[in-house]
């Protein structure tokens, strides 16, 4: 997978933005100013493709198991975040997808009510 895929489906979420909060390297996207995925592209330069998504807790540990490409991220809550390695080809990109949704589900899951309903008012 190339980061130009994983850019243009996380920017075509509601409300989706991307920035370099972090440093020049590191890529992030928000939703309602929420990261739901980060990516170094310095690793995808490198062959050594990778993001880092959210993910409930229960099901961390589930995909940790089943995948050796999944496995607690640096500098976030490892009960919380998951960094899927890309470069592996472990993963399909049907599935790297779909846990980019579900990373963005869990934040906008997280968000206020208040914070809710002005995305769904977008």
């Known amino acids: 997978m190339h980061i130009d895929q994983i850019r243009d489906h996380c920017l075509s979420k509601k409300a989706a ?17 929420k990261m739901f995925l980060m990516a170094p592209l310095d ?6 493709a990778s993001v880092t998504v959210k993910c409930d807790p229960e099901y961390t540990i ?10 607690a991220g640096p500098y976030v809550s490892n009960k919380h975040w998951n960094t ?8 399909s990109p049907k599935l790297v997808f779909e ?11 997280g968000m206020t009510k208040k914070l809710r309903e002005e995305l769904n008012n977008l």
């Open 84 to 91: 899927l390695a890309i470069h592996k080809n472990e993963l």
């Open 17 to 33: 933005t991307e920035s370099f909060p972090f440093d020049e390297n590191t890529l992030v996207f928000k939703v309602m100013n």
């Open 99 to 109: 846990l980019i949704d579900h990373s963005y589900d869990m934040v906008v899951k």
């Open 43 to 48: 690793k995808f330069e490198k062959g050594e």
């Open 62 to 71: 589930e995909l940790r198991e089943q995948y050796e490409s999944v496995y």
